[in-house]
């Protein structure tokens, strides 16, 4: 085989891609060798602690810091009128602005001058010599406040509730529509209607949130640890503070979770770096778990009236929405992209021949929302497959038969109705949902879980199922960077734009290069989240790191292979045409005694080589990979629940999430994947909100009144992947799959409390707490 | 003007390149703001101490740290054993090792496993919670030597002394030699002999050595402070670490300063790196003065036997020399690279028609030597004017008409003898050094010196004059890198491969760099010592920073400033030969008002929009300069000095520095240079001598004994600087002036003590100190 022949191009076997790789994360992780935050200690740093907003709406009468600033050991005290110049803390500029061009209006204020929007808003910051005595000085700072009338609701807030911006309460509004959608539900046979709710919850990472700044000294640069996407960070960081880019230098560490709500550019971050810049000291922050709850990213929390016409057979023929989405006090980082997803994904797996949707981003007294894993899907999802419940009991089909006739199959596409998401037109051109779904059911045997839940019932256990259909959008944003050196010693380091937050990419990374290179991933290292390393990156989100990510590495390895064997031409002194690549090394075809391994062409390859003939030193290559637009998994997830009517609990007997992946490259972190996931989308189902009084006092501050699913709540996740559709739209023919096990678990749970409590439909919201399960239980007359 | 047209292409005029423009470092340095490598202080950090070697050839027969290991608080005790896998400390490979291939066995250990040959050595390495720990646990080693005899005469060594390597004292010899030298010495007029020998004596530096490594927790990297070339360094450490090279990551530290003896890799290093990677902690090492004294590399030491062959016109016919080299104990670094250029050297800026030079490079029972500011030629210059003397008056003829008849000129360029220097033909191609030397005696009115010395010396004083040429060489080193960045702010960022050593190559570079952009210099921002930043580069040595790197950073300059246009191009719509750069804007010809600022650019090709279509993002572009071969400034120093024959004392009353520039990029930091230069020769003419006891114990460990010229001995420096000639073998016109102001001035000051003397040639060696200068007027006759 010769390289020149492009069929064999392919230099060696790939071993590594779609096996089930251990996780190279973990043998660090687990052994205490990961470096949070926390773990960042800077000689000299000093500690800033956040005073924060203790009522939901108000004018700031004055703020007396003078007691905090005479402490000893107090170095700084920033209230509003300190940071001025510095702004709100802008949003990133994804379009929206010239959709919405008073956007920026509605950004958080770095610290607020004037008035305050919600309890945990940031009110000033005091950098003291130790985390204890900024914590007590931060308590002599006296904030008056003159309260004024809070806004909770979301329809409320644009229906006659208190104006909380100048500009009003709805900073963003999303009309999508397609198909004769007036035409269809005067003409349909039956037409359903229900209001939706999903509650707020959030993500809650086990490292909360925090920044350590350093500045350097003499030169008026900051080193900066604890960001997660480090490129949005230093974007927005350094036109606040109005610095050079380069300037601002983001460093590496682990991340103990993200999950979209972790890894925004936070008011606090602006106040480390502000204050070490000012101070010429290090500072850090690190936010206790009370913090966290009211300032964290909240998510979810919309409002659906929702309506679909149907023929008489069951088919859908128009689905009609209006969605309130609750933003909280002010807009925040991607904002709204949520909104422009949620209107835009509600329509799911189905062939739907006419839609409209009319979403309401509303501004409330409450925290600010971003996007949360499977952001807008999980709520859309929930919202049509009760519908989709509701019409089967209304038109009397079964749940499942309703769905089958209504997916997308193969002869829909491509499949592009005409609806917008998120800047690109929606198109689903690769997969069958009417052959996963069937290829579903028989792999978790569902009838059989019928079957069970039906005897269960007649031995009066109050068990049922529930289903919900899912399609998830992956991969969004345009492009991905990444760099790949092979070193004289053999070693592969691999750089990428990514974040490691926690799903793998370090792993799957080295499994696409290892195949590439023809090496063992053991000798790969994946480094991110060091702007010095890596210049220009996006970042992981949206499920997009290993197809943007992985592409990117994949490309920069094959563009350091075709260094290796031009470089091996020359060292060798045959032609190129002659060498092939096979295992990590570079041979001569037909003599296999004559190679170069890559880290002997690294190591001959020096400065001084390389230069002398004008060109670059090592084995060393970047690529980008550009994303066309997004790609489309879909799935199903299927529950068995059953209610304890004396107590309100439940157990989940079985947990079944299908999914079609077009490739896995990993199936353990697949499954990892899909298990977080899962455990995720039963927090937002049955236990995870973020409550408020009537004032806006939240109410879940703390693990007592905030649950979080644990490992006894959390059931075996049953896994069934499809690849009969790998995506034609990146090489890899992946699909994103962090948060398709999320997606439709409401929708299912909700579905199977439904079922066990003798199949009337009745709940409407999200997530069912344990009063809920019990109230429903007394309803249903089960106890 | 179109930038189609070639000869506009310079978009705007050179405002900065030339002008004394202050430096940039100091006002960081001054106000205290630097951060040297004892500034760096890491969370967790231990503190090593080196135990060294008390005599100066020894075997060890015991090395007992029990005492050291229990102490509480001592984290590890290294020996030789320790460290036997590292193997001795790599030599550079710059091609000696194809000469000598058994350079290699001549290199510093680590630690010794079986004896020592110098007087601090290290012997053993304690590792401590601080640094007083570890310096008492240091003493409480025990080394048991059994001594040897010693050697530390360099002429000795090579001729009946103990042989201290298996494979003898001489471990690299170099003969250079061309033309008819049997003949001229047969056929000429005069035959002059002497012989003349150079002290030992090295570069202090205000700020010792230090090395800050932190392991990476988790993965096998380190992050290093202290190297001074961070490229070499890094390489070096890899190899014998046994890591990757992108796992070793150089931090930039300021550097107070390197002139060659500080910037190698010594066993230190390697110690502290050991010790960080094993303990899994940060250890720091800074040595004290004391042990700088006898650790630091030594330098110079040379005796050379010179004859020359001069007809009877004064004409040299021929030179020849025999040099011993005392490089101590050890090969280190770059070596034998001083002996290769001593050797080449000699024959400065004269026309001689044939030379042979034999030179032993010799191990003896002193400290390693590495390059030290003009290295070579310091000591070569010395020997051949002190032959010019010595001719001028064995011949009769005035030494300035000597020299004036022997220098070449215009007539003789291209001047290519034969010689090879550093693995480079000597080659001189620009330039008259006797046009420059009448310009310099005019300029310094040297007529008047010695007649104002002769009326001194008629009212019983004792003043005279001194003359030296010098030719130097710089700019040696293949290549350097250089990145230049323009943010979206309109800040530059320009990256370099070369070291900020004290010399101003900030300073140099914004210079550059502004003039091609035509920004302010006050906007750029130059880093270096970051190998992240940095992936590759040289550094700065051999007067080669701003010839390359200037010449790397202006190529990435004019590149960045081509993407400027062509992105404008597309921004604005316009073709790019409709455009011109002008003053940081690239505007269209014609139409001042249509512009868009280097700002603006940079600005709106973000990462989204450049990406998009395929573009990198940012005015960002990196080059490599390469140059082809040295380059030879060359100049006359003058010095009066006056003796006061009562003490031995002295005044230098007048000093003077020419040197033909090729292109001056900052008169101020050449100044600069130059004065530096002077005082570090006027050290080693007068002051400065490591001098040892018959044992080989070290005589000069403190200021006390090591005398160093301050500032009420430096003179006032007048300088004459030509810019007649500049090389054509770089862009910049620019001959390297790091070093010129030394060479000459061990002759000159010889011969001003001659001249004071009466006339007599006395003066065989430097320094001379002022029991020597006692000494030598009683001889004169003159007390």
Redesign the interface.
């Known amino acids: 085989m010769s390289l020149s022949n492009t069929s064999s191009m392919d230099p060696q076997p790939r071993r590594h891609v779609g096996a089930r790789t251990p996780r190279r994360e973990d043998s660090?992780?687990l052994?205490g060798?990961?470096?949070f935050v926390d773990?960042i200690?800077?000689?000299?740093q000093l500690f800033m602690r956040v005073v924060r907003a203790s009522v939901a709406h108000a004018r700031i009468t004055s703020i007396d810091a003078s007691a905090a600033r005479i402490l000893p050991g107090v170095h700084l005290v920033l209230t509003g009128e300190d940071v001025r110049e510095l702004g709100p803390v802008r949003l990133e500029e994804l379009g929206y602005h010239d959709l919405f061009p008073h956007l920026e209006e509605y950004s958080h204020p770095v610290l607020p001058t004037d008035r305050v929007l919600y309890v945990g808003q940031p009110v000033a910051a005091v950098i003291a010599e130790d985390p204890y005595l900024a914590e007590d000085a931060a308590e002599l700072v006296e904030v008056d406040y003159e309260e004024l009338p809070v806004v909770l609701d979301p329809v409320e807030a644009v229906s006659g509730g208190a104006s909380l911006h100048a500009l009003g309460n709805e900073p963003a509004s999303f009309v999508k529509e397609y198909g004769q959608v007036e035409r269809a539900f005067a003409e349909a046979a039956h037409v359903v209607r229900g209001e939706f709710r999903i509650g707020r919850h959030s993500g809650i990472p086990m490292e909360t949130r925090g920044f350590v700044v350093e500045p350097?000294?003499?030169?008026d640069q900051l080193w900066v640890w604890g960001a997660v996407h480090v490129?949005d960070c230093r974007r927005i960081m350094?036109r606040m503070l109005?610095?050079?880019?380069?300037?601002i230098r983001m460093r590496h560490t682990d991340i103990g979770g993200n999950f979209g709500v972790r890894g925004g550019v936070f008011a606090e971050h602006l106040l480390v770096a502000h204050a070490a810049r000012k101070l010429g000291r290090p500072v850090k922050w690190i936010e206790d778990r009370v913090e966290h709850m009211v300032a964290i990213a909240h998510a979810r929390e919309q409002v659906h009236r929702m309506e679909g016409a149907f023929d008489a057979e069951g088919r859908l023929l128009a689905l009609r929405d209006e969605i309130w989405h609750n933003h909280g006090a002010f807009l925040r980082q991607a904002e709204p992209l949520v909104s422009d997803i949620t209107a835009g994904m509600v329509v799911g797996p189905y062939r739907i021949p006419a839609y409209r949707a009319e979403l309401h981003a509303v501004i409330t007294n409450k925290t600010p929302l971003a996007a949360y894993r499977a952001p807008g899907r999980y709520e859309g999802t929930f919202a049509r497959e009760r519908l989709f419940d509701l019409a089967a009991q209304e038109i009397g089909i079964d749940p499942v038969e309703l769905r089958l006739r209504n997916v997308l199959t193969a002869s829909d596409l491509p499949w592009e109705p005409g609806l917008e998401i998120a800047f690109e037109p929606y198109l689903f051109n690769s997969g069958d949902v009417l052959d996963h779904m069937r290829k579903a059911l028989d792999a978790a045997d569902y009838g059989a879980w019928r079957e069970e839940a039906r005897r269960l019932r007649e031995e009066g256990r109050i068990v049922g199922n529930g289903i919900g259909l899912l399609m998830d959008k992956a991969g969004l944003g345009?492009?991905e960077t990444a760099d790949v050196?092979v070193?004289?010693?053999g070693?592969v380091?691999v750089l990428t734009g990514a974040s490691s937050v926690g799903q793998g990419i370090e792993t799957v990374l080295a499994q696409i290069v290892a195949d590439e290179l023809g090496v063992d991933p053991q000798d790969i290292?994946v480094m991110h989240g060091?702007t010095?390393?890596v210049p220009?990156g996006?970042g992981s989100w949206s499920s997009r790191s290993t197809v943007l990510a992985g592409g990117a590495a994949r490309a920069a390895a094959q563009k350091a292979l075709a260094k290796a064997v031009r470089v091996a031409g020359r060292l060798l002194e045959v032609d190129t045409t002659e060498l092939q690549a096979t295992s990590g090394r570079i041979e001569v075809v037909g003599k296999p005694d004559q190679y170069l391994t890559l880290a002997q062409i690294a190591e001959r390859w020096d400065?001084?080589s390389a230069?002398?003939v004008?060109d670059?030193?090592?084995l060393h290559a970047s690529a980008?990979y550009?994303d066309e637009h997004m790609n489309y998994p879909y799935g199903i997830t299927l529950v068995q629940l059953e209610i304890d009517p004396t107590t309100g609990g439940h157990t989940i007997r079985r947990f079944f999430v299908s999914t079609e992946a077009g490739k896995m490259i990993n199936p353990l972190t697949t499954e990892g994947q899909i298990i977080g996931a899962a455990a995720q989308g039963i927090g937002g189902a049955l236990f995870e909100e973020f409550q408020y009084d009537e004032q806006g006092q939240p109410l879940s501050t703390s693990f007592m009144d905030y649950l979080l699913p644990g490992a006894g709540e959390v059931p075996s996740v049953q896994f069934f992947v499809t690849e009969d559709a790998p995506t034609p739209d990146n090489p890899l023919g992946a699909k994103g799959l962090g948060e398709v096990g999320l997606i439709a678990v409401g929708a299912a749970v909700a579905g199977a409390i439904d079922d066990a409590l003798g199949g009337e439909f009745r709940v409407r919201r999200i997530p069912v707490h344990p009063q809920d399960l019990f109230e429903l239980s007394r309803e249903a007359g089960e106890r």
């Open positions: 660090r992780l052994r060798q990961g470096a773990d200690d800077i000689t000299g350097v000294p003499g030169r490129h350094a109005g610095m050079p880019l380069t300037s345009l492009y050196e070193d004289g010693t070693r380091r290292d060091d010095d390393l220009d996006v400065g001084w230069r002398a004008g670059e030193p090592g980008v550009l």
